[in-house]
């Protein structure tokens, strides 16, 4: 810009004025993001957990039915009868002995007592609306042999005592596998959401 001033010209330069300004962040602002990231952080882990724990179950009906199913085979081909105990730590396959008249463990070695994770909660039902109270291995504790009895038995003839076992995860019903039978066609595996009119009440 120029200016006349006693005959002179003079320039003189406009001031242009630059404000600072800080770009940091404030600790409110920190301790917020802080706060979502935690919560974000929680819920993956929760459903990665969640997925987790519904393969395991998946995984624990399915071995249960096969076992079932083998040891229905078993009895069968050998001409003998087979029977299963169950209670809320696990179960274990019993073989009739006819000599002894009594119930033993199975010798075969694919029907070895299971053991059931912590966080799995089963419930037996034999014949319809006959519910069956599954205590702890524990307080049945007994050394003889003898006074071992199945909750289910299967039959060289092919047949099994009604039942239905249900698995899901301690505290959430939302996904339920069943397995069960009417006594007459087979053992039945059924998945979460799947119908059993044949045995439902």
């Known amino acids: 810009m120029l200016i006349a001033q006693s005959g002179a010209l003079c320039s003189i330069q406009p001031r242009v004025a630059f404000k600072s ?6 600790l409110i602002e920190i301790l917020v993001v802080v706060v979502l990231i935690g919560l974000l952080a929680s819920v993956a882990v929760v459903t990665i957990s969640s997925n987790s724990l519904n393969r395991d179950l998946e995984e ?14 078993e ?4 001409n003998t009868e087979i029977g299963l105990t169950i209670d809320s730590e ?3 396959f019993l073989q009739y002995e006819d000599r002894k008249q009594r119930w033993l463990t199975a010798g075969v070695e694919f029907l070895r007592p299971v053991k ?5 909660a ?9 519910k069956v109270s599954l205590g702890d291995s524990e307080d049945e504790v007994n050394d003889q042999e003898d006074l071992k009895i199945p909750d289910i038995m299967l039959f060289s003839s092919e047949e099994v005592t009604p039942f239905k076992i249900s698995l899901q995860i301690e505290n959430d019903s939302d996904v339920q596998y069943r397995i069960w039978s009417n006594g007459f066609n ?6 979460p959401g799947e119908e059993i009119d044949e045995f439902e009440n």
Do not use: D, N
Request: charged share 25%; net charge negative.
């Open 186 to 191: 087979g053992i039945q595996l059924a998945l």
């Open 90 to 92: 696990g179960y274990e």
């Open 75 to 78: 009895a069968v081909l050998r």
């Open 116 to 120: 059931f994770p912590e966080w799995l």
């Open 60 to 73: 624990q009906s399915r071995k249960l039915h096969a076992f079932l199913m083998l040891s229905l085979e």
């Open 21 to 26: 300004k800080s770009a940091g962040f404030t």
């Open 122 to 130: 089963i419930e037996l039902e034999r014949e319809v609306g006959e």
